[in-house]
């Protein structure tokens, strides 16, 4: 059983820098693909930013050019480093990994930014 864990997340003033991570246990093999999705109160979750095995990345339009996604393959780990954090970017962050078939999801971590 995949189980994904995140740790990160917190409270933010405008501008302002946060780093999540999450690691896939479980699973003995090294994901395909690793993501970041966001639910904000009242809406639906959105992808934030996916990465996969060999190093291609793909963003939402909203955080490009503020959110880097990284990975190590090795232990199955991905991290959102983000930057210049607004208001917006409110919400609880999951981690995602699709593995044969199906859907896993961390608990999910929140993210308040807000002076």
């Known amino acids: 059983q995949v189980q994904l864990v995140e740790s990160g997340g917190g409270l933010v003033q405008p501008g302002g820098s946060l780093r999540l991570s999450c690691s896939a246990s479980?699973?003995?093999?090294?994901?395909?693909?690793m993501g970041w999705y966001r639910q904000a109160p009242g809406k639906q979750r959105e992808m934030v930013a996916g990465m996969t095995s060999g190093g291609n990345a793909r963003y939402d339009d909203s955080v490009k050019g503020r959110f880097t996604i990284s990975r190590v393959n090795t232990k199955n780990t991905i991290y959102l480093e983000m930057n210049n954090l607004k208001p917006e970017d409110t919400a609880v962050y999951y981690c995602?990994?699709?593995?044969?078939?199906?859907?896993?999801w961390g608990q999910g971590a929140q993210v308040t930014v807000s002076s």
């Open positions: 479980g699973i003995s093999e090294s994901l395909y693909l």
């Open positions: 995602h990994a699709p593995f044969r078939g199906r859907a896993y």
